[in-house]
C-alpha cells in the first residue's frame, strides 16, 4: 500500500511563498503520477499541479506562472513551490497519487486517485 505524507504548510502573508513537499513510502510502483491537490471550506477539491513520471506538468489556470511542481524519483518526494500567494489560496492541500490512465490533465482534473495524504494546511493572511 502507498503511503503519501504532506508537509511544508503554514500561515504565510500576500505575496509570500511556501514550499510543500509530499513523500511516498510503502508500495510505490502503485503510481506514476502524482499532484498537489486543494480544498477550502465549502469548495470541492480541485487539482493545482501534477506531474507524470516522465515529468510532463499540468497546472490549472489559478496557479499557473506562480506554482511549479517537481519531483525527485530517487527519493519518491514531490514539491510544491508556491510564490505570489494570495488569500484566496488558502485550503488544505492534498498530495495525491495514481497510475497515468489518461493525459496529465486529465489525471489533475478528475481528483478520484486512489491514494491521499492526510492534508496540510496553507494560510494566505495578513
Known amino acids: 500500500q502507498l503511503q503519501l505524507v504532506e508537509s511544508g504548510g503554514g500561515l504565510v502573508q500576500p505575496g509570500g511563498s511556501l514550499r510543500l513537499s509530499c513523500a511516498a513510502s510503502?508500495?510505490?510502483?502503485?503510481?506514476?503520477?502524482i499532484g498537489w491537490f486543494r480544498q477550502a471550506p465549502g469548495k470541492e477539491r480541485e487539482g493545482v499541479g501534477c506531474?507524470?513520471?516522465?515529468?510532463?506538468?499540468y497546472y490549472s489556470d489559478s496557479v499557473k506562472g506562480r506554482f511549479t511542481i517537481s519531483r525527485d524519483n530517487a527519493k519518491n518526494v514531490v514539491y510544491l513551490q508556491m510564490s505570489g500567494l494570495k488569500p484566496e489560496d488558502t485550503a488544505v492541500y492534498y498530495c495525491?497519487?495514481?497510475?497515468?490512465?489518461?493525459?496529465?490533465?486529465?489525471?489533475?482534473?478528475?481528483?478520484?486517485?486512489?491514494?491521499w495524504g492526510q492534508g496540510t494546511q496553507v494560510t494566505v493572511a495578513s
Open positions: 510503502g508500495f510505490t510502483l502503485d503510481y506514476d503520477a
Open positions: 495525491g497519487a495514481d497510475k497515468l490512465r489518461t493525459s496529465i490533465q486529465g489525471f489533475c482534473v478528475s481528483v478520484w486517485l486512489n491514494f
Open positions: 506531474i507524470s513520471s516522465s515529468g510532463n506538468t
